[in-house]
Structures are given as C-alpha cells and as structure tokens.
C-alpha cells in the first residue's frame, strides 16, 4: 500500500496537472492540426478537468490546514490524524486519476497521428519541467521543497 501512494505521489509531480499547463498548451496544440470539432471537444475537457481539478486541490488543501491544526495541537488524536491523511492521500489518487481519464478522453478525440505528436509534446514538457526542477536551488526538487519548507519555518517565528 504504501508503495502504491509513493508512486501515486511521483505521479503527482511528474505528470503535472492540467490546470497548470503552461500558457503555450493551447498553442502546442497548434501543431497536431486539430479540425474545429476537436478543438471544441479538447477545450471542453480542459476547462471541466480544470474545475474538477481546482475543487480536489481546494479540498486538499483544506485537509492539509486541519492536519496542521491537529498535529499543533496537544491532544492529536493518531487515529483521527491517520483518517486525515488517508483523505488527503485519496484527493490526491483522485487528482492522479483525473489526468489519467482526461489523457484518455483527449486520445479518444485525437487521430493515431495527433496521439504520437501529442504524446511527443507531452514528453518535451516533462523533460522542461524535470529540468526545472533540478535547477531550482540546484540540487533537485527534494532540495527545493526542503528550501521552501525552510522559508515557511523562518516566516512562522
């Protein structure tokens, strides 16, 4: 199981969520020479899998303050800690499995063709992305995140 959320989380962060798609996505798509139906069809899945996705991270994140608030306070309670975290882990397999049904529904509006050219695309943004990540605080992205939690830390005294 746990196994399971830890590829679920690398998941999370390698494939990048719809909603924050670079500004250019749109114009990327440019390149697969979409016809106005499949450009009708994929602009209806972006902007539903965009608001699917702002109300599961909302919920996310609400669950993260109330895990700060229980873990701050004395009397934390580790089976209702436990529950909170689960529900956070399941925001995020929902998020996972959200981009998932999305890349689907896109491929099933794409030609063989569109598919291998979008799938290149996809790659290229990954890569861009992983190299963003390596280069902030140049060690990586663990390095990053331990950076920014360091900031927060230094903010809260």
Known sequence: ???????????????GP???Q???????WKELNLTETQKSTLNTIRIES????????GEARKKQLDLREMRDS???????????????ADLRVR???????ADVRINEVLTPEQQKKWREIKRMRLEKRMRGMHDRDG???????????????RQEK
């Open 50 to 57: 965009k608001k699917e996705m702002i109300d599961l991270r």
């Open 74 to 88: 004395e009397h934390a309670d580790r089976s209702t800690v436990e529950r909170v975290v689960r529900e956070i």
């Open 18 to 20: 719809l909603h924050t």
């Open 95 to 101: 998020q996972v499995m959200l981009l998932h049904d």
């Open 139 to 153: 060690a990586g992205y663990g390095n990053a995140m331990l950076h920014r939690d360091r900031s927060r830390f």
């Open 1 to 15: 199981m746990q196994q399971f959320l830890l590829a679920i989380l690398f998941l999370l962060i390698a494939a």
């Open 22 to 28: 670079p500004r250019d996505a749109r114009t990327q």
